[in-house]
Structure formats: C-alpha cells, structure tokens
C-alpha cells in the first residue's frame, strides 16, 4: 500500500518534479540530448540526483516525460483526438494546433534537439517511438478508425500510411526549415491526405 | 582560355578529385559533419589543402560534391527523371531505386550524418537545399509538368506538395528507421500520391 503523504510533502514534490522536467528540456534545448547529465538536472532543478532516480529509471525516461508534459491533458494518460463527427473539421484542428506548437521556440527546440540524436542513434529511436511516437499514432489511429465506421474514410485504407501522409510532410518542413509551417499547409495536407483515402 | 594539360595530368587530377570526394564522405559518415575538418580530407586523400581548395571553396562545397558524386549521372549537369509517357510507372521506378539506395550503408551514411547537423544548423541547412535539393527538386517538377501537360496530373497541384508527399514519408521512415524501406511502400506512396493530386 503506498505511504500517506501529508497535502505539504506532496506539494513539494510537485514542485520537485515540474522543476526537474523544466529543466531537462532546458537543457536538453542547450547542450543536445547526448551531452546531457542527470547531474546537470538535478544541479539546474536544485533538488539532489537521488531524486530523479528515484521517479525515473534513466536520463532517457526524464527528457521524454519533459517532453510529454508540454502536450496538453498528456498527463492524465489517455491521449484523444477530437470527435465531432466531422474528420475534415477534426483533422485541420489538429494539425493547425501541431503547427502552432511546432511555431514555439519553448516546444519545438527540444523535440528538435532530440531529433537529431535519434537520426544516429537507432537505441533512442526506437526509446522515442515506443515511448512518445506509439501512444500519440495509438490516439490518431482511433479517430481514424471513427472516421472508417462512420464512412469517412476508406475502411480498407492502411492507416500508418494516412498517418505518414499527414505528418512527414509537416515533420520534414519544421526540421529542414524548407517552407512555410502554417494553416494553410496544414490544411492543404488533410485535402490531399482525405482525397486520397476517402475512398469512393 | 583555359591551359591545356597532357593527358597524364588530367589522369593524376581526375585520380586527386575522385581520392578527395571520396575521402570526404568517409569522413562525414564517420566523424559528422560539424567535426569535419579540410585537413582530415586532404591526409585522408593524400593530397595537400591547397589542392583541395582550388577546386573547392569551402568544407560544405566539397561534402556537397562527394554526396552528388554517388548520384549517377549527376556530374553531367542536367539531373532528369525517366519520362515514358507513364506517369505512375516512371515515379514508381525512381522511388523504388531511391529505397534501394538508402539501403546502401555507403550512399546513405554520409546523407543521415549532414541531415543531423541540417536540423540544427539553419545555414547548412539553406546551403544544403540551394545546392543539393533544389536542383533535384526542379528535376521531378519538370517530370511533373509534363504529366500535367498530358492530362496524368491535375494542372492545379502544387507541385512542392505532391514532392512532399512522394518524398517525406520515405525520408522519414529512413531517418527515424520507423518502418520497413521497401518496394512495397515506394508503390504504395505514388499510388496515395496519384489519388490525390490525379485530377477529375
């Protein structure tokens, strides 16, 4: 059973732990994910490295949840795209949000900076696709899966393949800097993504 | 008017330029391209600086020039697609040759390692387009515009999106190993492509 704790302690470590992810994307944004140190966290959060240890199991597992706390709701587990009922609709809320946070230097430096490391390290690729990339595709995929049942999108269509549709495009565009990220691309995605797999 | 040389001359050239590209894409697959030094290429080819810089000006023009050198026929100039009249047919043949070439370890290691530093060095990232992507690019748009003109493109794509969507998936998929890089997908991106952008 776990220990009581008192409404002050547990206030401390929420203090704690939004000081500890705070800074490991700092700094992750800084120095890149290779030359960052678990002491380097704890030194910038003020708290001792016992304390990152004793929440997570590796520098790994801290960058990704200081990551993951910057995406909305994130924190309550489930991730969910909107449902109206109208893919279209749903899909250029989504991706207009996704380029607006891609626009925010505090967002977008240290997924950036993460990336790099992951082109050469394929050990951290495969950390970030498990633990980021597949529960945000899990999400997509279900309202896609709505969007089948509900006739809007071809039942027979692959899915990761829609999904690579609407985002390596977007993706490649923030990393390469090669053209403009806004709504109009964000938009002109989903119509092109819809007309290829609307189905007929 | 330019001095003509004897025929063992031009030889020990062609013999330097061929040692010094090939020197420089070792070293960028090896060491990346931000610890890359003229140095290390020139002792790695055998040749002094001096040679290396009067054909090159900088770091960046001759790694460019070693990567553009493993593109058959890119040192003629004029970079074409295949144009048969069958727009699907054509695209499906050069992507497929695309994912066969990312599946070589001595074409795609020193494009993964300039492609780390193009993410977080905007400059190299603009030179890395104007030299290397850009002229590639214009090349598939002219394959595009001449499906326009025979009625296997809708004449109002933007012909920068159909590139994305053809190419980011791939690139993507390489970069993040987050899939399998086959012939399967390359078919299956300019099938979706096609779907979207054929016209009515």
Redesign the interface.
């Known amino acids: 059973m776990a220990q009581e704790k008192s409404p002050s302690t547990t206030r401390r470590s929420e203090r704690s732990r939004t000081a500890i992810l705070t800074a490991a994307r700092e700094l992750v944004s800084e120095v ?1 994910y290779a030359k960052l140190t678990i002491e380097a966290i704890a030194a910038r959060a003020g708290v001792g490295k016992q304390t990152i240890y004793r929440w997570w199991p590796s520098k790994g597992a801290v960058v990704f949840d200081s990551i993951l706390s910057l995406s909305e709701g994130a924190d309550d587990g489930e991730i969910a795209l909107p449902d109206t009922g109208d893919l279209e609709a749903d899909l250029k809320t989504v991706l207009r949000a996704t380029v607006a946070e891609f626009a925010d230097p505090g967002f977008e430096a240290p997924i ?2 993460l ?6 390290d ?1 050990e951290l ?2 950390a ?2 498990e633990k980021m ?1 597949a529960p945000m595709r899990e999400a997509k995929k279900r309202r896609l899966r709505s969007a089948q049942d509900s006739g809007q999108l071809d039942p027979n269509a ?1 899915l ?2 829609v999904l ?2 609407l985002y ?2 977007l ?3 923030w ?5 403009a990220l806004d709504e109009a691309f964000a938009d ?2 989903v119509d ?2 819809l ?3 609307r189905g007929s």
Chains 1, 2 share one sequence.
């Open positions: 890149g950036r900076a990336h790099t490391e992951i082109i050469s394929p690729a495969a970030y696709r990339e692959d990761d393949l690579d549709f390596a495009p993706t490649q565009r990393l390469t800097r090669s053209g002109a995605l092109a993504t007309r290829a797999f």
